[in-house]
C-alpha cells in the first residue's frame, strides 16, 4: 500500500496567453498545458496521462461551467467570490503536443483586474489546477484537473 498523499498541483505557464481571434479584446487564448517537456515547475505532463482528466474537463467546459481565478488558490475548489474567467474552449493542437484554450475575462472583481492587466498591456498566464503526484523521474500522475487559472 501506497502513503502517498495527493498534493494540489499549480504550473508556472511560461506562455502568454493573448486576445483571441474574436472582437472582444477578454477573449483571451493561448496555451494552457504542453505534454512530454519539463514545465517551469519540474514537472513533466505525458499525454497519455492526462488525456483522461483533458476529457472530463473538456465536459464541464462544454456544459459553461468551469471557471477559473485571477490566482492560484490555496485549495481544490474554485471560490466565487474570485473568478476572474470561464473557460470557454480547450482543444489538443497535435503538431506542437499542446493543450490550446480560449477564456473569457467576466465581470466580476477579479475579472475586473485580470481586464485591467490586459488594458495595461500586462502579459497575463495560465496554468492548471490539479490533484496529484510527482514520480520521481518529474513524471506527473494527475488524480482530478479541476480547471485553469
Given at each position: 500500500m501506497s502513503n502517498t498523499k495527493d498534493?494540489?498541483?499549480i504550473e508556472?505557464?511560461?506562455y502568454q496567453i493573448k486576445q483571441g481571434t474574436?472582437?472582444?479584446?477578454?477573449?483571451?487564448?493561448?496555451?494552457?498545458?504542453?505534454f512530454d517537456n519539463?514545465?517551469?515547475?519540474?514537472?513533466?505532463?505525458?499525454?497519455?496521462?492526462?488525456?483522461?482528466?483533458?476529457?472530463?474537463?473538456?465536459k464541464t467546459i462544454d456544459q459553461g461551467k468551469c471557471l477559473g481565478e485571477?490566482?492560484?488558490?490555496k485549495q481544490y475548489e474554485t471560490s466565487l467570490k474570485n473568478v476572474s474567467h470561464k473557460i470557454e474552449d480547450i482543444w489538443i493542437d497535435e503538431s506542437?503536443?499542446?493543450v490550446m484554450g480560449r477564456i473569457k475575462l467576466l465581470d466580476t472583481d477579479a475579472g475586473r483586474q485580470?481586464?485591467?492587466?490586459?488594458?495595461?498591456?500586462?502579459?497575463?498566464?495560465?496554468?492548471s489546477r490539479a490533484a496529484g503526484t510527482v514520480t520521481e523521474n518529474k513524471?506527473?500522475?494527475?488524480?482530478?484537473l479541476f480547471t485553469y487559472d
Open positions: 498534493l494540489l498541483l508556472k505557464s511560461k474574436g472582437t472582444d479584446k477578454y477573449t483571451l487564448e493561448g496555451v494552457f498545458t504542453e519539463e514545465n517551469r515547475n519540474g514537472r513533466v505532463y505525458t499525454k497519455k496521462e492526462f488525456m483522461p482528466h483533458f476529457e472530463a474537463l473538456k485571477l490566482d492560484h488558490p506542437t503536443n499542446k485580470a481586464k485591467a492587466l490586459v488594458d495595461g498591456g500586462i502579459p497575463l498566464h495560465i496554468s513524471s506527473v500522475k494527475i488524480h482530478k
